[in-house]
């Protein structure tokens, strides 16, 4: 499992990650949602270490993968890019081309990463992720470039990556839609803190707070 305990991120005077407990079990996927600056990727960020807290504690009992809001190919082809993320060798070029074909991307396994579009580079994030195993995927917005379509396709390989491995999910996402596709759990953040939590039906179509209500209203829109 991921613990954090008393984690705290602060800017100057500013506090902007506040979250005195939260657990990610194994197999579970939990869903982060909240405005724009409420800390979601800061939260994500010091999770896969790339980031320092101010004070508290992360616990992990496993390997951590973690995919950022915005990724940057390497400069080499579309499969390359997979092939060279791969930590394992083993039937390595059958499971490529399998996730080429989950992710949509065959058709530009040889072209040059970087021309892909957008939503393309989206896939091939994730595709560079799922070659390998792992017991806890960090997914920062993962669809936030995507078509309705190739939100489909990235929703369905992340179910099936999670089937298949049994791993645990942190993901944030801007749509009520899929938080309620793949949630097991949904935390609505606000100004750092955990404003609200509990499963997608509870939380979506009956928050508890002011500030829930109104955030979930403006999402109403949206659906
Ligand atoms: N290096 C920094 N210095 C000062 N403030 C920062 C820095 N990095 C992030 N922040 C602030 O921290 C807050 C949280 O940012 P974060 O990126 O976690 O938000 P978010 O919830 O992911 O937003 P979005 O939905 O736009 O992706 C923001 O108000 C941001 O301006
Ligand atoms: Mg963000």
């Not at 939260?43 to 270490?49: D, E, F, K, S």
């Not at 004070?55 to 995919?67: F, K, N, Q, R, S």
């Not at 989950?102 to 393309?120: D, Q």
């Amino acid at each position: 499992m991921i613990k954090i305990l008393n984690l705290k991120k602060q800017y100057g005077e500013r506090t902007v990650l506040n979250i005195p407990e939260l657990t990610v079990n194994k197999g579970e996927t939990v869903v982060v949602v909240g405005p724009n600056g409420s800390g979601k990727s800061t939260l994500l960020r010091i999770l896969a270490g790339i980031l320092s807290k101010t004070d508290g504690e992360v616990l992990a009992d496993g390997e951590i993968y973690y995919m950022p809001q915005q990724s940057i190919p390497f400069s080499k082809s579309v499969k390359e890019n997979i092939l060279f993320s791969a930590k394992d060798s083993k039937e390595i070029e059958k499971r490529c081309d399998d996730i080429l074909s989950e992710l949509s991307l065959s058709h530009l396994a040889n072209k040059k990463a970087k021309k892909l579009s957008g939503g393309e580079c989206q896939r091939l994030a994730l595709g560079r992720i799922i070659i390998n195993q792992c017991d806890f995927l960090l997914l920062d917005e993962p669809t936030s470039a995507m078509d309705i379509e190739g939100t489909e396709i990235i929703e369905s390989v992340i179910k099936k990556y999670k089937q298949e491995t049994g791993c645990g999910i942190l993901m944030t996402t801007h749509s009520p839609k899929q938080a309620k596709n793949l949630a097991d759990r949904v935390i609505m953040l606000h100004e750092g803190q955990i404003a609200e939590q509990g499963s997608p039906d509870e939380l979506l179509s009956n928050p508890q707070t002011n500030w829930g209500k109104k955030f979930i209203d403006m999402w109403k829109i949206d659906t």
